[in-house]
T-cell receptor, first 113, second 113 residues
């Protein structure tokens, strides 16, 4: 079954404590991306990756890092989380056309205290 | 930056009714996408549109890429309870050699049995 798997699904943590949200897809897709979803603001793209070792900033990259060392994984790293990064995060993947995220994960709800 | 105006913000309808929603922008897009999001899950891609004037169906769903390339419409015919959810439009464009994807804020659909 085609899947995008995110972990953890929920996390409550404190300001400044580094955290990583993992994302893995089993469809051999080239393109992967991260979004945050906030009430009243919709989905906004944080970072995207067109293939292994190729990443680029989306609309709201500040405070986030990503890496793409292998095709299936695209972790989102918050080096020093702050309360304004409290949000619902989604990872997505697609085959080839990066402007069409085809498969989304079920989301990670982060609360930064 | 680019913005999509999605309307209506919410809809309350009776089962069996038809539904229409739209997205408009002052910017031109190359691709329009429509997604549905159920509570606690990630968005699911419903329809992708690639050409101005294109009309595409997916079961009871029909979407159109506006002639001006600045808008798109989604219609749902004979609504059923499982149509409940939030529907998002997304527009893809090329800016300065980079592909950009922007989402609307969503239309929340409630279907009364």
């Amino acid at each position: 079954e085609a899947q995008v798997t995110q972990n953890p699904r929920y996390l409550i943590t404190v300001t400044g404590k580094k955290l990583t949200v993992t994302c893995s897809q089993n469809m051999n897709h080239e393109y992967m991306s991260w979004y945050r979803q906030d009430p009243g603001l919709g989905l906004r793209q944080i970072y995207y990756s067109m293939n292994v070792e190729v990443t680029d900033k989306g609309d709201v990259p500040e405070g986030y890092k990503v890496s793409r060392k292998e095709k299936r994984n695209f972790p989102l790293i918050l080096e020093s989380p702050s309360p304004n990064q409290t949000s619902l995060y989604f990872c997505a993947s697609s085959l080839g056309s990066f402007h069409q995220p085809q498969h989304f994960g079920d989301g990670t709800r982060l609360s930064i205290l | 930056g680019q913005q999509l105006n999605q309307s209506p913000q919410s809809m309350f309808i009776q089962e069996g009714e038809d539904v229409s929603m739209n997205c408009t922008s002052s910017s031109i897009f190359n691709t329009w996408l429509w997604y549905k999001q159920d509570p606690g899950e990630g968005p699911v891609l419903l329809i992708a549109l690639y050409k101005a004037g294109e009309l595409t169906s997916n079961g009871r769903l029909t979407a159109q890429f506006g002639i001006t390339r600045k808008d798109s419409f989604l219609n749902i015919s004979a609504s059923i309870p499982s149509d409940v959810g939030i529907y998002f439009c997304a527009g893809q464009s090329t800016q300065g050699g980079s592909e950009k994807l922007v989402f609307g804020k969503g239309t929340k659909l409630t279907v009364n049995p």
